[in-house]
């Protein structure tokens, strides 16, 4: 049976071009075991590990004449050490210098003619660490027939390795189609369902929008929330331009204890019980983006605000045995970067969360089945393909934020130290912002366009800045 992309997979190969490569991924930081790191066991497991997920030895072929949605097909020229690659960095190498080198492959678009992914191991690393990047794009990770490396690579066993993977099927590629099998195949799929002609003939960007008109449908109680935010287009703002291909990438590590004593401050009011995580890690973002407008120059009145699309975890990330998460809520919500105040931005961001959840407007986990599934990691990859299937009129910025388990993980005994997502530009949006909460800390993933946005660095200086201003500020309060 033909293994056909659906059309949002298909959408993203259609709209991807050089300035904005349609891949997600991450950075993982670890710390090798006191006995030493072998790098190329590291290369074997991670062989062994997408064994179990076949889509990770598949290749996308396009239909001749595009007469139906491309199909994937084994590879049967796969190999494994062209996409799990080794570099390095001069020793001993910073944080700044890896952010240099996930910028520089983040930005290359992926060779569309193998697997869809790459996994970069990068030693040199000071302090004896060495990182993990992975890159892979929309059209593979719908969280149904494959998941992120990242998700695959670690676990909760200190002692995992190559020979704890699970036994793989040996792999028999099939062999490839050839044009006429193709179109023959195409044809009785037709067929069988004529009416999927009519989205695969209008192709390249206006099949992405019959690919949002049809998740409308699927996501059921989206399509109102959407109709009625179409009525108020996203405010301008110097983050929506044209993007180059060039990039820059920051990140940046924070305590979860530091929001939990935020939280913790707000012993008082009408909404603070109502209160979580993600709505100080928001207010935290508006006060960055505010105080990184300033330092530009650009104009920031009292009513100004920067939209952001947020899909929200229903587990709240306080949660310290939040190991699974259950499901996203997809949330409108205007930043107010144009508040002073510290503790007035916290609350407007929390009321503009309590009313969208109050509403019923959020896109619940079993509307959202109908796009893919839900097993982080691989969320950050999922919120973002919702971001890019969305009209870029309706927000001005793409927010993930994941709850990660608060326990260790490793990767055959080399603990994992800190997981910075990767979030891709769309046309039009120079930056994106990823989160993931892991082992107390909270940490940023910034990818920006490097020709719009190179004081990326000075963002993420101005996001430890403003939480510090949160915590004084519920001091403050307290006081």
């Given amino acids: 049976m033909t293994d056909r992309l659906s059309a949002l997979d298909a959408s993203f190969l259609y709209v991807e071009d050089r300035d904005t490569p349609m891949h997600a991924g991450s950075v993982m930081i670890f710390d090798p075991p006191k006995r ?8 074997s497991y991670v062989a062994a590990r997408i064994e179990s997920v076949p889509r990770y030895r598949q290749k996308v072929v396009t239909v001749p004449g595009r007469i139906a949605k491309p199909v994937w097909v084994d590879d049967t020229a796969f190999d494994v050490s062209y996409h ?47 990182a993990v990047i992975t890159k892979t794009h929309y059209a593979l990770v719908d969280g149904l027939n494959a998941v992120s490396l990242d998700q695959l690579l670690v676990s909760r066993s200190r002692r995992a390795g190559p020979d704890d993977a699970p036994d793989p099927t040996p792999w028999r590629p099939r062999s ?31 099949d992405l929008r019959a690919t949002y008109g049809r998740m409308l449908g699927a996501l059921g109680a989206a399509a109102a929330t959407l109709a009625k935010v179409s009525t108020r ?11 180059s291909g060039a990039r820059r990438f920051v990140m940046v590590g924070t305590d979860l204890e530091d929001y939990r004593t935020v939280r913790a ?8 019980e109502e209160v979580t995580i993600n709505d100080v890690i928001l207010a935290t973002i508006a006060g960055a983006l505010r105080s990184w407008l300033l330092t530009r120059g650009e104009a920031v009145l009292p009513t100004t605000t920067i939209r952001a699309m947020v899909p929200v975890s229903v587990m709240d990330a306080d949660d310290p ?15 107010p970067v144009g508040e002073a105040g510290a503790g007035i931005r916290l609350q407007q961001v929390a009321f503009a969360m309590l009313q969208e959840m109050e509403n019923g407007s959020p896109v619940g986990a079993d509307a959202l089945a109908g796009i893919g599934g839900f097993a982080p990691p691989t969320l950050h990859a999922l919120g973002a393909r919702l971001g890019s299937a969305v009209s870029r009129r309706l927000y001005n910025l793409v927010v993930t934020n994941v709850p990660g388990p608060q326990h260790p993980l490793y990767a055959m005994g080399a603990r994992l130290l800190a997981s910075y997502p990767v979030l891709p530009l769309s046309h039009g949006q120079a930056l994106s912002i990823g989160l993931t909460s892991y082992d ?18 000075v963002l993420g200086q101005c996001i430890v800045d403003a939480l510090a201003e949160l915590i004084a500020s519920q001091q403050g309060t307290r006081a």
């Fill in 440 to 457: 107390g800390g909270v940490y940023y993933g910034l990818l920006a366009d490097r020709v719009t946005i190179p004081d990326a660095d």
């Fill in 36 to 43: 030493g790191f072998d790098l190329d066991r590291l290369a």
């Fill in 321 to 335: 045995a939040a190991e699974v998460v259950g499901g996203l809520k997809a949330c409108y919500v205007d930043l």
């Fill in 84 to 130: 799990v690659r080794r570099s390095g960095l001069p020793r001993p190498g910073t944080d700044e210098q890896l952010e240099e080198f996930v910028a520089r492959i983040e930005s290359r678009p992926l060779d569309l003619k193998r697997p869809l992914w790459e996994l970069y191991i990068v030693e040199g690393l000071e302090h004896g660490r060495f």
């Fill in 265 to 272: 401050g707000l012993m008082e009011g009408r909404f603070a």
């Fill in 233 to 243: 287009p996203a405010p301008s703002s110097p983050l929506n331009v044209r993007v």
């Fill in 176 to 206: 490839e189609p050839s044009a006429i099998g193709l179109v023959t195949d195409a044809v009785l799929d037709v067929v069988r369902s004529p009416s999927d002609v009519v989205d695969t003939l209008r192709g390249g960007a206006a």
